[in-house]
């Protein structure tokens, strides 16, 4: 057995007293209590606007915000941002792959996709999408400077949902291609030169290796892009696209000639919407945290510890008195 460590004694043998613990004063904080009651009474003064205010019409927000029109609206703002998303995403991983290849031609194409996209407004692109069948009546396939051998008809090809997503899809094609290029460059080099020398394939080490300790840095900025592409669908009126929460929520706004009532019922499903989005987000960036984003420590308390100490301290005393 371990002899149990004795305590501490003086030059003429007896046990020295137990060392007196400090009266630390916590320190004062008062510019925290400052700043919480001028946000508590920004917050009461808010909350009193909110409920006595008669210019927001509350009654006609409960009346409107389970509408047809505007449930609907929901639903295609929600089609539009996982279409756009998908195409986004799905070509962002292309050029990404292009702005690191080898090959000069790919790294231009990357190039400039990414700096006409990112260079041009969304609601111009839109627009443009919108005419497209003013610029081109018709698309065919046939030989160059040939015959033709079928033609179609671009407004029956483009009509207004293919050209909100594609304007949207193609626009947030060129921002996720950089934070893809970011999340695969922040993976170290030598992942890639041990799993060569292990005989793995390019494709397999960048579906086991490289992309699932990229996907750390990659997934909040496009959880953040996508939430984003949620409030910018807001924008296909541009096209013009008439079925989407904002257009509904001002439509019904122009016949009652009500717009606030209506711009809160907007604004709560958009942030209903975010909100669910952000928890997704959460979740998504916690699973692939694993084992890098550790949870911080709990801060030392000096009293608590102190206490533990003296504690310590006086059973050491005791049982080297009862030896």
């Keep these: 057995m371990q002899a149990p460590d004795l305590p501490a004694t003086d030059r003429s043998g007896h046990a020295a007293p137990a060392p007196e613990l400090i009266n630390a004063v ?3 904080h008062p510019g925290r209590w400052v700043g919480a009651a001028i946000i508590f009474l920004f917050l009461a003064q808010l909350c009193q606007s909110l409920v006595t205010n008669p210019n927001f019409r509350w009654d006609i927000v409960g009346t409107y915000i389970m509408d047809v029109l505007v449930i609907q609206g929901i639903g295609w703002t929600l089609l539009l941002t996982v279409l756009s998303m998908v195409l986004a995403v799905s070509l962002a991983i292309l050029l990404a792959f292009m702005r690191q290849s080898d090959n000069p031609l790919f790294r231009c194409v990357s190039w400039f996709w990414v700096w006409f996209f990112r260079g041009t407004p969304v609601y111009t692109q839109l627009v443009l ?5 003013v610029l081109y009546p018709k698309v065919s396939v046939g030989v160059p400077f040939g015959p033709e051998l079928f033609h179609f008809s671009t407004q029956d090809l483009v009509t207004a949902g293919v050209a909100a997503v594609l304007g949207l899809g193609l626009n947030e094609s060129a921002y996720l291609a950089e934070i893809f ?3 695969l460059k922040s993976v170290d080099g030598g992942q890639m030169e041990a799993a060569e ?3 793995m394939r390019k494709s397999k080490i960048m579906w086991r290796i490289i992309l699932p300790q990229a996907m750390r840095v990659i997934v909040p900025p496009t959880g953040n892009e996508t939430i984003g592409m949620l409030k910018t669908t807001s924008l296909v009126l541009a096209v013009p696209f008439t079925l989407d929460l904002t257009f509904a929520t001002n439509g019904i706004a122009n016949r009652t000639y009500l717009p606030i009532p209506l711009l809160i019922v907007a604004a709560f499903w958009y942030l ?4 669910l989005l952000m928890v997704g987000q959460f979740y998504i960036e916690r699973h692939f945290g694993k084992g890098v984003d550790n ?5 030392v308390k000096a009293s608590q510890t102190a206490a533990r100490a003296a504690k310590g301290a006086h059973a050491r ?3 080297g008195e009862g030896l």
């Design 26 to 28: 916590p320190v004062r």
């Design 129 to 133: 999408w919108g005419l497209v069948s």
């Design 181 to 183: 290029r970011a999340g």
């Design 197 to 199: 020398a292990l005989g």
């Design 272 to 275: 209903v919407i975010t909100s």
């Design 295 to 299: 949870l911080v420590q709990a801060p």
């Design 317 to 319: 005393k005791e049982e």
